[in-house]
C-alpha cells in the first residue's frame, strides 16, 4: 500500500493562507468553498505570547471513518493507497460520511450537491508532482510524499523532527503530521 | 488565555461553521422507523401470540399504518439527499462497515414482508376495499382473492418474520447515529435500545389512538406505560453514559441538560413526551377513558419525534473540531448568490 | 465644466462599462475527476502586478477560461511560489465589476455622471485639453501620480511632452524616508527587493517589518530559511506579529521609541567594542562624534523610554553583534510612521555601518541588474519647470515628487498644476488627505484622469476614466530589477483585454500621437520595443514568450571582500555615521531620540498594516482574495473589550481624536495587540459603490488619519500618530 503523508512546519508556517488560495485555483473548487483551512491559535498573555499557525485538510486517514460510514462505496481509498477520494458518479449526498469525519473535513459540493473534499491532488500526485497547496507555500513550510520509503523527505522530517497529529485519539491514524 | 481562529474563511454550507447535515427530514425519518418498527413488532405479537381478537387494530390495521408511515419515513429520507439522482447507488453494493448501507438493505426487506403482513389483515381490516378488489373483473378472482388467502393462511411465519425485522429496524435507527464516533453525543451503545424502546412506545401509542376497542385500548396503554419506564431508565444510562464520557460527551449532554436544548428537553420530551402520558397510563391502569388514552397516546408520538430530533440536533451541535471564523462567514454567500441579497455582487 | 462632484459609478450610468455576472456550475464527475484526465493546459508566461513585486509566473488557460497562476520556477522573486495575492491574481481578471470601457463625465440638466464614450472621443478630449494646458501655461504643468511597473508608459508621456512632476505613494508614503536616510549614509538607497541576505543570515532584525503579513514574496522565503536554518530572529514591534511568533526575541517596543532602542543599541555595541573595528576604521567617517553622541543612551536609559529592559537590549545587541557580518538588519520598507523617520532610517543604517555588514554574507549582498539597452528615443525635452522647484521651498531634501506637495500644487485659484493623470494608484486610500485634496484640486484642475482596471475611489474625480486591461492581459516593460541574480523577467498577455479595456503601453501612445510626440512613439506595437531590446542581450521576444524568464551570470561579486575598502557615493566616499550633508541642511546629522505623546484616556493608537490576503486597497474586490479575507476586522486587546463591553463578532465604529468615524468593522479581541492600540489592516472600507463585494467593507486607516506627521527631511508623510476610541454598533 503506498502511504502518503503531509508534513507542515508550523515553525515556517506564516497563516498566508496562499495553501487555500492555490487549493481553490487547482481545484477549481466553487466559490465560497475549500478544501483546506488556516487555523491561528494564540496562548498566554501581552507580551508572553506564542501563536502557531496550522494549515488544515482531510488528514487521508489510515483508518477513514468516512469511508467505513459511506453506503455506496463512494468514499473510497484511491488505487491502494490512503487517499480518500470521493466518487461523484457514486455519491448519494446522504451525508454520513461528513458525520463520521471527526475533521469536518468534508463539504457538500455547490450546486450539484455530491461531497467534496481534498484528494491530496491525485490527479498531480499521480504524475509525481506535489500537492498544489504543497507546492505554493511561500514560507517552504509543506512536504509532502511517501513514508513507505524511510529516506523520503516526509519520513526524515518525522525522524528527526518532533511532530504531532490533529486529535489521534479519534482513532482515525491521521496522515497530515505537524511539525513543532 | 487561548486564541483560537481561523486565519482563511470557512463557510462551507451546513458543515462549518455550523453542521447542520441532517434535519427534520433525518428526525423524520428515524421517527417514523422506530415507530413503524413499533407497529411491525406488535402486530406480529398479537398474531403470533393468537391474540387477533382480542387485538383487531394490531392484527390487521396496524401494518397498514406502518407501511404507510415508513413510506413517508423514506420519502423524507429521499427529500434528505443532496445528489438525488444517485440514490440507486444504495442498492449496487453492501458496505459491510456503513450501517446505512444495511439498514437500507433492511429497509429492503422490511418493505416486502410489512406489505405482506397488511395484505394478510387487508380483508378484516378494510372490508369494502377487499370486496372492490376481489370484484375487478379477471384479476380479482384469479389473482387478488387467491393472495389475499395465501397471505392470511402464511400470516403467523410472516408476523414472527416482522417481528424480527421490527427489531432490527427499530434498533438499526439508534445504531445509525451511534456508530459515529466523530459526533461525540451520538456515540453511545445506549442509543440503540433507546431507540428501539421509544420505536415501540410510539407504535404502541399508535395503535391505542387506532383501537377501536376498549380492550385492546387499555391493553396497549399498559403496555405502553412499561415501555415508558424502560425508556424512562434507558434515557436517565444514557445521561449518566454521556456524563461519565470524554470531555466533549460532557459538553454535549449539558446542552441538553441546561443548556440551548434544555427547554425542549425537559419540558418536551421528559415532562410532556414522558412524564405526563406516564402519568395519564398509570392513572388508567384499571380502566381507560378514551379521550385522555388518546391524548397520552398523541404525547408519546410527540415526544417520539422530539426525542429524535433533540439526539440528531445536539449531535451535531458537538464535534472534535472546533473552527472560529474571525471574518463574517456569511459574506461567503455573497458570492454563490444564496445569501440575503442575491443580486449583491452584480 | 469647473466643478465636479466626486462621482459614484453607479449601476444607471457605469454598469455598461463594467463586466457582467459570470458564474457557473457544472454536473456529473467531480472536479478531480475530471482533473484526472484534462489534457494540458496553455501556458504564458507573465510578471504579477498584484504588487509590484512583480514576480514571474504562468498563467495557465484552458479555451478562453483562465485556471491558475503558479510561480515561474526560475524567477528569483519565487522561485515557483506566488504568494497568496499573485495565486489569486485570477481574480484580476474574473472581477465582474472591472472597467471595460472609458468613461467620461458629462453635464446633463445641472448633473453630472459618467457615460460611456468611444475611445476616440475620450482621447481626443484628453489631447485637446492637454494642448491648451500646454500652449497657455507650458507642458510642465501636467503632474502625474503613478504606482507599479506599468507606470513607466506614463512617466515617458510626461518626460515627452515636457514633465518631470510624477509622483508616487510608494515614496512619500512608503519607502521615502527609509531611502533617504541609507542614502545620506551610503549615498544609495536600499534597493527593491531589498538586498538583504536573509538565507544566509544567523541573525535577522526586524525593526516593525511585519514580513509574513507583508507577503513580499522573496523576502517572506528568505525570512522562513533563516527561521529554518535556527538564526537568531530579533523583532521589535509594538503587536505580536507574525515575524514576532518566529523570533527568541520579541521586544515589544513602545510604539515611536525605535530611535532610543537603536541608539542604545550603538551604545551597547561601542562601549562593549563589539563593532567591526577595522571594518568601520576603512569604511566610515564620524564614529568618534557617533561614539560621544550615543555615549548618554544606555540601556538604562532607553528601558524608560522604549519599555524594553535593559538586559534584553544588552542582550540582542551582543547577539546581533557576535553574529555579524552574518547579521541582516532589515532597513524595512513602509517607513512613513511618526515624521521623525529618516533619523530612524539613518540610526538603522549607522548601526548597519557599526556592524559591517553591507555587501558582506549574511548581512546585505551587492545587488546587480542585466545590462539591457533602453530602446533608443530622441532625449527628452528639459521640463521649463521641474518637480524640485515646487518640492525643494517645503522639503529641500526631498529625492523624489511627492503626492502630497503636488496635489497641494493643484489646488487654489490658480494652481501650478493644471492637469494630472492618475494611473495604477488610489490616492484617497494612499495618501493621508488625499481624498479632501482631489476633491478641491478637481475645483482647479482643467482636467484629471484616470487610468485603472476598476472603479477605484480615485476615479470618482475624473473628467475621464480609461479602462486598463488587468496584466494578465497585457505587454509591459521588461522586470529588470537589481537583484542577487540578474534577470529578466516578461509580462506578457496569457488572454485577449476584456471588453474595450487597453494595455497601459497603447493608451499612453494613443495620447502621445494625439499630442504630436509620434518620435517618442515610433512604434506600432510595444511588443516592437521589448524585441529590439531583448535581442541586444541574445534573446527575443519570440523565445522570451517560451521562457519567461532569462538569466544572465553576474558580472560583479555578490559580496566585498572582506578586508576592502568599498568607494560609496557619499561626499566623502565613506559609509558617513555623522551626516553632513543633514548638518548643511540644519537637521540633526546623529539621531536623536523623540517621544510621541502617549494616547488621551479612552483613546488607542491606531496601528496598521497588512494581511497577507491582500495588497493595499487594490484587491478587496478580487473575488478569489475576498474568500480568503472579506473584510478587516479590528484587534484590540482583552482589556479594551472589557471597557467597551464588546466582545468577538460584535461590531463597532472606531472614531478618531478629530471625531472622524469609520465604516462599522468587526471586533477581534486578542492578546496580540498592545493594550494602549488598536490593529487594522490596510485597503479597507471602500467607498467606491460598483466595487460591489469590497464596497462598505470593514473600516479605512487613510480616512481615520487626520493626523499627519510629516517628516521633515524626506517629506514623507507619517501615519502612525492618530488615535481612535470605539463606539458599539447595535447590529
Ligand atoms: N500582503 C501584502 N504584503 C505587502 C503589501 C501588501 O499590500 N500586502 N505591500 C508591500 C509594501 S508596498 C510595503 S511598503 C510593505 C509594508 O510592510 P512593512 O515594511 O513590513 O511595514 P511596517 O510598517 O514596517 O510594519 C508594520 C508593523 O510595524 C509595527 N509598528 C507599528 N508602530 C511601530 C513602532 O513604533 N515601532 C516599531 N518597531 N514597529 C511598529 C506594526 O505593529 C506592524 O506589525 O509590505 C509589502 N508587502
Ligand atoms: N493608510 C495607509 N496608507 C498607506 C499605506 C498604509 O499602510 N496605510 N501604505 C502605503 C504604502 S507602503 C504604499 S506602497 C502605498 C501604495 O498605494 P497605491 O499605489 O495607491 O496602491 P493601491 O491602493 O494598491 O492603488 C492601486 C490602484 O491601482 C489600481 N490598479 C490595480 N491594478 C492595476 C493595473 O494593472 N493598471 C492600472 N492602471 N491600475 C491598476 C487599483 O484598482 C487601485 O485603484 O500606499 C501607502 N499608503
Ligand atoms: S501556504 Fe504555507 S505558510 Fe502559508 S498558510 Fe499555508 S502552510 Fe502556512
Ligand atoms: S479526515 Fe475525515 S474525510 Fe479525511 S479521511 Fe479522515 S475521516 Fe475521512
Ligand atoms: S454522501 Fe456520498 S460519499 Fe458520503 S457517505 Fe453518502 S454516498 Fe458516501
Ligand atoms: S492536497 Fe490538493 S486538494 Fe488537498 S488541500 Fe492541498 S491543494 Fe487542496
Ligand atoms: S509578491 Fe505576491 S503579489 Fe507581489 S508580485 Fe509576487 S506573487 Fe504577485
Ligand atoms: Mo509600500
Redesign the pocket.
Known sequence: MAHYAMVIDTRTCIGCCDCVDACRMENKVPEGLCFDWVVEITKGRYPDLKTEFRSERCNHCSHATCVEACPTGASQYWNDSNIVVVDALRCTGCKACIAACPYDARLIMQPEGYIGKCTFCVHRVQNGDDPACVAVCPAKAMHFGLLDSPTSEVSRLLATRDHYTLMPETGNKPNVFYLR | MQEEVLASVMANPRVVPDLQIWGWQIATYLFLGGFAAGLMVFSGWAIVSGREEQAPFAATRAPLVALGGLAVGMTTLFLDLEHKINVWRFYTTLQVTSPMSWGSWVLLLVMPALALLAIAGLPRAVPPLERWLEGLPFAGPRIIAPVFRLCFAWRRPLAAVNIGLGIALGIYTGILLSAFNARPFWHSALLGPLFLISGLSTGAAAIVLGAGEPRERHLFGRLDLGLIAVEMALVGLFVIDMLNGNALQQAAVARVLNGNMSSLFWFGFIGLGLGVPAVLEAAMWRRAAAPIAMAAALLVLGGGYLLRHIVVATGQQTSWTQLHNQFDPALLERLRGDGPDPDGRF | MHRRDFLKLSATTGCAALLGPSLGGCAGPAQWQKLMTQGPAKESPTAC???FWSCAAVVHTIGDQIWKITGHPDDPHCEGRLCTRGTGGVG?YNDPNRLVKPLMRVERDGKQSFEVVSWDKALGFIAEKLTKIAREHGPDRLAAAT??P?AAHFIHLLRAFGSDSIA???FG???GPRDTGFYLTFGEGVGSPEQTDMENARCVVLIGSHIGENLHNSQVRTFADAVRNGAEIIVVDPRFSVAASKAQHWLPIRPGTDIALLLAWMNVIISERLYDAGYVARNTTGFDQLAAHVAPFTPEWAWNETGIEPDVIRRTARIMASAAPATVLHPG??S?WWGDDTQRARAMAILVGLLGIWGRKGGYFIPEAAELPEFPLPAYPTPKTSWRDVTSKKYPLAGAPLVDVVLDNCIGPDPHYRALII?????P????GAGEKLAQAAKSLDLIVA????P????GYADVILP????LERYDVLRNDDEREPCIALRGPALPPRGESKP?WEIAREIGHRLGLDKYFPWKDYTEVIDWRLKQVGGSLEEMRKIGVKRFPRKTPVYYEPGAAIAFKTPSGKIELYSTILKDAGFDPLPLPARQPPPPDGFYRLN???APQH?????QNNPVLYQLMPENVVWIHPSTALRFNVENESYVRLVNQDGKVSNAVRVRVTERTRPDSVWLT??FGHTAESLKLAYGRGA???AL?TRVLFDPISGGTG?RGNFVTLRRESA
Do not use: K, W
Open positions: 502586478n498584484i504588487c484580476a504606482h507599479g506599468g508616487e505613494p510608494a508614503q512608503c519607502r520598507r513602509h512613513t494611473y495604477d494608484t488610489n490616492l486610500m494612499s495618501v493621508p487610468i485603472d482596471v476598476q477605484s475611489e480615485a476615479t486598463e486591461c488587468s496584466y497601459g496598521y498594516g497588512r495588497s493595499f486597497s487594490r484587491t490596510h485597503g479605512d486607516d487613510s488619519m501615519m
